[in-house]
């Protein structure tokens, strides 16, 4: 993390500025804010230790070649993609804003990423990752109906640990998310996950809760709002007492909902609204990963395979 001592004052302004314009304009999540200010300031930093530039602002294409080198390849192509999307909406905003004549960015391509296909429990795997809590302990009453909401629902992590109980509609069945971009969608629960929400609600919730008036549904140990870290933490735990070999990311019951619902006849776009994709084809990567599978399958149970 850079500071004021290797970051120049204007630099940081600069960025603050295009970060808080980011979230007006396209309401970006928190976790995405973040990551284009470590982006930027890493490479305000790079600039101040190279001591070639003023600034942000007195940057050209060679410059930014010269860090993208620097880089090498001591970063994956995924993140040099990413640094690379931070600085061309960062020096996009100064041309707009006029404070800039020349965009740096504007001949400097993303590198070619090949279509990663998420890895996807079966639904044996998950069976067995929603049954490895102890639910006769309070946290592990906790820990099933979460895993059972964020199955049954395909919740992004951040969704689902800054969950309040207004959010939830027990008699409608369906839950109330804001995700990515501010946008609201609804989503329906399912029996399983309901009755464990209800089950978590009766007879654990208020032993995790000093403040009995919170409307916080998933509590940490200490009544706050659980970090995301936090639960990865716990899924991973729960992915070694189940047993189960697959690597394991905090997105990955999120593509399991995806996957198993394709593979169950449902609709690509009724699985686009119930994710939150404002694009289809940010959905359809989970048509390649049925058809993997279905391939996989075959290869592996037809006599010819």
Not at 139 to 160: F, H, K, Q, S
Request: proline residues 4%.
């Amino acid at each position: 993390m850079a500071d004021k001592s290797d970051v120049t004052g204007q630099d940081f302004t600069l960025i603050d500025q295009y970060l808080d314009a980011c979230w007006m304009e396209k309401g970006l999540s928190q976790n995405s804010l973040a990551a284009y200010r470590r982006d930027l300031l890493f490479f305000a930093r790079w600039l101040f230790s190279k001591s070639a530039v003023a600034g942000l602002m007195d940057v050209d294409e060679d410059t930014v070649l010269a860090y993208l080198d620097a880089r090498g390849d001591k970063f994956d192509r995924r993140s040099t993609a990413r640094a690379i999307s931070a600085l061309r909406g960062f020096y996009q905003y100064q041309v707009r804003l006029e404070l800039l004549t020349d965009d740096p960015m504007s001949n400097v391509e993303l590198p070619k990423l090949g279509r990663t296909l998420p890895k996807v429990l079966t639904e044996q795997d998950v069976e067995a990752l929603l049954e490895a809590p102890d639910i006769g302990l309070p946290i592990g009453m906790r820990d099933r109906a979460m895993l059972e909401l964020l199955y049954a629902c395909g919740l992004r992590v951040t969704e689902l640990v800054t969950l309040e109980t207004h959010q939830v509609n027990m008699r409608q069945g369906v839950v109330r998310l804001i995700g990515k971009g501010n946008k609201e969608r609804l989503v329906p629960m399912g029996e399983e996950a309901l009755n464990w929400i209800e089950r978590y609600s009766k007879e654990a919730r208020s032993e995790l809760l000093p403040n009995p008036s919170s409307q916080i549904l998933f509590p940490s140990t200490r009544g706050n709002v659980m970090a995301r870290q936090t639960f990865w933490y716990r899924i991973k735990r729960y992915v070694v007492e189940a047993g189960i070999q697959v690597s394991v990311s905090p997105h990955t019951l999120r593509h399991a909902f995806a996957t198993h619902l394709l593979n169950h006849g449902a609709d690509l776009r009724v699985v686009q609204l119930l994710l939150g994709h404002s694009d289809l084809s940010t959905t359809q990567i989970y048509t390649y990963v049925a058809q993997h599978r279905l391939k996989e399958i075959h290869a592996m149970h037809h006599p010819r395979g």
